[in-house]
């Protein structure tokens, strides 16, 4: 690697010469096929934008320049430039480097991202404050044509056409999303790629914007003057034109030149930019290439067979969620599946083969999906929307205004709700029971295990109302299958009785508090075990008999501890005179940071030994925790 070795610091990519661009990038992603097969993490979206990044980076001066990642995820070939080559080694794993712009990392990443559609709002904001600061700069948002489907990316692009501001928007045209790119924007970005007529027209206004030296505001309103004269439809990026965006392209997003001339000028033009660049996700490797989806986010795999490593060997809850959801789909003629663009990530594609009439996948629009859905259950349907927790966040209004407060039948399946790992702090979901869980209506569940979950789903189908069900990423748990009582509205379930004190674990925490179960039981303690499967409504019933049968109450979630579960067990008991102690033991009120989710679980106290030691503490069992810190691992 003699030329990505002489990268140290940001800005050294200048130090090479246009013949040295190519090798660089082949160098590049060599770097990122090694690496990437040995840690996981975002693999084709980082392929494909090599050169792209490698043009930004000779353009632009880094840091007085920004550049803003849409999603973030694609973000790889930035870090390698800006002299984090050796974070690769530990990347996405406990105290090593983010997958995603981290601002405590460099200087270079200006704003952090995870979650998508943000870069552009972001982008004007910061040219904007450029402006009323006099701060110097250009401003750039990368954004991928998936991320080009969400709403915030249409009030930025309005805002943007209004403001004015310097800003230059990169759109990365992949033709993917996740999954295959959907929706009316992306046909429109595709005619615009493939159409002959419009290559024409192409490359008479890339001349224009492009060969004359110093362009102009003049110059690009008579280039918009002479595209006006052209039916709408000839002419590229009207769409944009038309919001007082200049259009730019499309180019060729693997021709380093070519980007860099254009970038150029296009920053020249001083005004709203959007430049139409076309990419190949995966490029470079041809498994990716050929399978982008699956290489998006991969496990460590074999770079000479693109196999991953791990076989999976249990079912996971998004397979189990997804081959519920099938049955169901043939028992109920009415039920419609949703998924805001990540149909094989929500386990949602065999729904889709099989029913393709009753699934939609409607982009990465998380509001939309869920007033949609409120639309189908007001026409008569059922719908079920399956969004990751932590995406689901940003449809809070959504769920509360239009499909809560009119008692809508729609169902939410809330995957990778708990601590998701590797992908980090915007991904974690452990907040979803606080936005949810108050919500007057909105019934909650969390499924203990493979089972309780499709019984979860069922009872959903047939309850005449909101209901979240909320189930975590990774292998389902096969556990306690004997311990199933009938999912019935608000209760609990008591899984094995003990006395003086009562551990109440919500949903993936079943397993791990079973575990912790099973070591008290071997030291000789007999507690009670609850498994609290709802958890709106309460199931105060029950909270009230534990409390006369009880000292010590104890919860256990995987999910902040501000507007928890155990929260609300805890004001119930004050509410109502219990004399005993609670104790919550949840993720403290923090983002937590990428690593497996047995480090971070360890790390949290959220494993069954950290449990364990919490509830020897609780009985005052002060010889058996001695145990405990010797033997560290049960
Ligand atoms: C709000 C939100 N919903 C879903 C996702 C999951 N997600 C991550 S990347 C991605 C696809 C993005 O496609 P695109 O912007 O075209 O980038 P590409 O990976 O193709 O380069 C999706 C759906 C997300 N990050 N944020």
């Known amino acids: 690697m003699e030329r990505l070795d002489k990268i140290e610091q940001p800005n050294d990519i200048k130090q090479f010469e246009e013949?040295?661009?190519?090798?660089?990038?082949?160098?590049?992603?060599?770097?990122?096929?090694?690496?990437?097969?040995?840690?996981?993490?975002?693999?084709?979206?980082?392929?494909?934008?090599?050169?792209?990044?490698?043009?930004?980076?000779?353009?632009?001066?880094?840091?007085?320049?920004?550049?803003?990642?849409?999603?973030?995820?694609?973000?790889?070939?930035?870090?390698l430039l800006t002299g984090r080559k050796e974070?690769?080694?530990?990347?996405?794993?406990?105290?090593?480097?983010?997958?995603?712009?981290?601002?405590?990392?460099?200087?270079?990443?200006?704003?952090?991202?995870?979650?998508?559609?943000?870069?552009?709002?972001?982008?004007?904001?910061?040219?904007?404050?450029?402006?009323?600061?006099?701060?110097?700069?250009?401003?750039?948002?990368?954004?991928?044509?998936?991320?080009?489907?969400?709403?915030?990316?249409?009030?930025?692009?309005?805002?943007?056409?209004?403001?004015?501001?310097?800003?230059?928007?990169?759109?990365?045209?992949?033709?993917?999303?996740?999954?295959?790119?959907?929706?009316?924007?992306?046909?429109?970005?595709?005619?615009?790629?493939?159409?002959?007529?419009?290559?024409?027209?192409?490359?008479?206004?890339?001349?224009g914007l492009l060969n004359i030296p110093g362009i102009g505001e003049g110059l690009a309103k008579a280039v918009k003057r002479g595209k006006d004269s052209i039916k709408e439809l000839l002419v590229p990026g009207m769409f944009f034109e038309d919001l007082g965006i200049t259009y730019?392209?499309?180019?060729?997003?693997?021709?380093?030149?070519?980007?860099?001339?254009?970038?150029?000028?296009?920053?020249?033009?001083?005004?709203?930019?959007?430049?139409?660049?076309?990419?190949?996700?995966?490029?470079?490797?041809?498994?990716?290439?050929?399978?982008?989806?699956?290489?998006?986010?991969?496990?460590?795999?074999?770079?000479?067979?693109?196999?991953?490593?791990?076989?999976?060997?249990?079912?996971?809850?998004?397979?189990?969620?997804?081959?519920?959801?099938?049955?169901?789909?043939?028992q109920y003629p009415n039920l419609v599946a949703i998924t805001?663009?990540?149909?094989?990530?929500?386990?949602?594609?065999?729904?889709?083969?099989?029913?393709?009439?009753?699934?939609?996948?409607?982009?990465?629009?998380?509001?939309?999906?869920?007033?949609?859905?409120?639309?189908?259950?007001?026409?008569?349907?059922?719908?079920?929307?399956?969004?990751?927790?932590?995406?689901?966040?940003?449809?809070?209004?959504?769920?509360?205004?239009?499909?809560?407060?009119?008692?809508?039948?729609?169902?939410?399946?809330v995957d990778r709700s708990g601590l998701v790992g590797q992908d980090g702090a915007t991904h974690q979901g452990i907040f979803d029971t606080a936005y949810l869980s108050h919500i007057p209506g909105l019934t909650v569940i969390a499924p203990k295990n493979r089972y309780e979950l499709t019984k979860s789903m069922e009872f959903a189908m047939e309850f005449q109302g909101p209901v979240a069900i909320k189930y975590s990423r990774g292998d389902a748990f096969y556990g306690l299958k004997e311990q199933l009582a009938p999912v019935e509205y608000g209760k609990s379930e008591i899984l094995f009785q003990g006395k003086r004190l009562a551990l109440l674990a919500v949903g993936n925490m079943v397993e791990i508090a079973y575990e912790a179960y099973e070591r008290l039981t071997e030291l000789g303690f007999s507690i009670t075990l609850v498994n609290a499967r709802f958890i709106s409504p309460l199931d105060e019933e029950m909270l009230k008999q534990l409390a006369r049968e009880?000292?010590?109450?104890?919860?256990?979630?995987?999910?902040?501890q501000t507007g928890g579960y155990g929260q609300a067990v805890s004001a119930f008991y004050m509410q109502n005179g219990f004399r005993g102690r609670v104790r919550n033991i949840a993720i403290p009120d923090c983002f937590v940071e990428h690593g497996r989710v047995d480090a971070l679980r360890e790390k949290l106290g959220l494993n069954a030994s950290g449990v364990v030691r919490a509830l020897l503490e609780d009985l005052d069992a002060k010889e058996q925790i001695q145990n405990v810190k010797i033997k560290k691992e049960f």
């Open 550 to 560: 009880h000292e010590i109450i104890v919860t256990l979630e995987e999910h902040v």
């Open 340 to 413: 805001a663009a990540m149909a094989s990530g929500t386990g949602l594609e065999k729904f889709a083969n099989v029913y393709p009439a009753r699934f939609f996948d409607v982009g990465i629009a998380e509001q939309h999906a869920v007033t949609f859905a409120a639309g189908l259950a007001s026409g008569g349907m059922i719908p079920v929307v399956a969004v990751y927790s932590s995406f689901l966040q940003r449809a809070y209004d959504q769920i509360l205004h239009d499909v809560c407060l009119q008692g809508l039948h729609v169902i939410f399946a």
């Open 87 to 207: 974070g690769f080694d530990h990347l996405r794993q406990l105290g090593g480097m983010s997958g995603f712009p981290k601002r405590v990392e460099s200087d270079t990443d200006v704003f952090e991202t995870g979650h998508s559609s943000t870069s552009i709002s972001a982008a004007i904001g910061m040219a904007k404050a450029g402006e009323l600061t006099g701060t110097e700069g250009t401003v750039v948002a990368v954004i991928g044509d998936g991320s080009f489907t969400g709403g915030l990316t249409y009030e930025a692009l309005n805002n943007l056409g209004r403001l004015k501001s310097s800003c230059m928007v990169v759109l990365n045209d992949n033709d993917m999303s996740i999954d295959e790119n959907v929706g009316g924007m992306s046909n429109y970005l595709n005619k615009i790629r493939v159409g002959q007529a419009y290559n024409g027209v192409k490359s008479g206004v890339e001349k």
């Open 248 to 330: 730019i392209g499309p180019i060729d997003g693997h021709n380093i030149s070519k980007m860099v001339d254009t970038f150029q000028a296009a920053i020249k033009l001083n005004r709203p930019v959007v430049v139409h660049v076309k990419t190949q996700k995966g490029r470079g490797y041809r498994y990716a290439e050929k399978h982008p989806k699956y290489f998006h986010g991969v496990e460590p795999f074999d770079l000479k067979t693109g196999k991953v490593l791990k076989k999976q060997t249990k079912m996971t809850n998004t397979g189990v969620f997804g081959r519920k959801l099938l049955a169901l789909g043939e």
């Open 19 to 79: 013949e040295d661009w190519e090798p660089l990038a082949g160098e590049i992603r060599q770097f990122l096929l090694d690496h990437v097969s040995r840690t996981g993490g975002h693999l084709a979206s980082n392929l494909g934008c090599v050169e792209l990044t490698m043009a930004l980076h000779l353009v632009l001066e880094l840091p007085r320049d920004r550049i803003i990642w849409d999603v973030g995820h694609q973000c790889y070939t930035h870090k």
